[in-house]
């Protein structure tokens, strides 16, 4: 059984930080990429970023220079550090992992969504 599970989201003014963290747990192989999706109400889950086990990093336009992703493979777990926020950032923020656990090949988990609030 793989798990992901997310903290650090909150409340925070516009111009502040969170930083977000997303442990995986449980019968894991290997860990492929991590990334970080976001969804505001009524809207689709957006990618925000996401980073190979190798460290290279991709990023929504809309937080490139603002959000950094990070992770620590010994620990499996990827953080997403996000700077200046903005009020369009309000979203539940969802970690994802693509993870070999004990059947062979790869599969995409989530975790439980971590509520981020950003106001004015």
């Known amino acids: 059984q793989v798990q992901l599970v997310e903290s650090g989201g909150g409340l925070v003014q516009a111009g502040g930080s969170l930083r977000l963290s997303c442990a995986a747990s449980?019968?894991?192989?290997?860990?492929?990429?991590m990334g970080w999706y976001r969804q505001a109400p009524g809207k689709q889950r957006d990618l925000v970023a996401t980073?190979?086990?190798?460290?290279?990093?991709n990023y929504a336009d809309s937080v490139k220079g603002r959000f950094s992703i990070s992770r620590d493979n010994v620990k499996k777990t990827v953080y997403l550090r996000m700077n200046e926020l903005k009020p369009e950032d309000t979203a539940v923020y969802y970690c994802?992992?693509?993870?070999?656990?004990?059947?062979?090949?790869?599969?995409?988990?989530w975790g439980q969504g971590t509520q981020v609030t950003v106001s004015s």
């Open positions: 994802s992992a693509r993870i070999q656990g004990a059947l062979p090949g790869y599969r995409n988990y």
């Open positions: 449980g019968s894991i192989f290997d860990i492929n990429d």
């Open positions: 980073i190979t086990s190798g460290g290279s990093t």
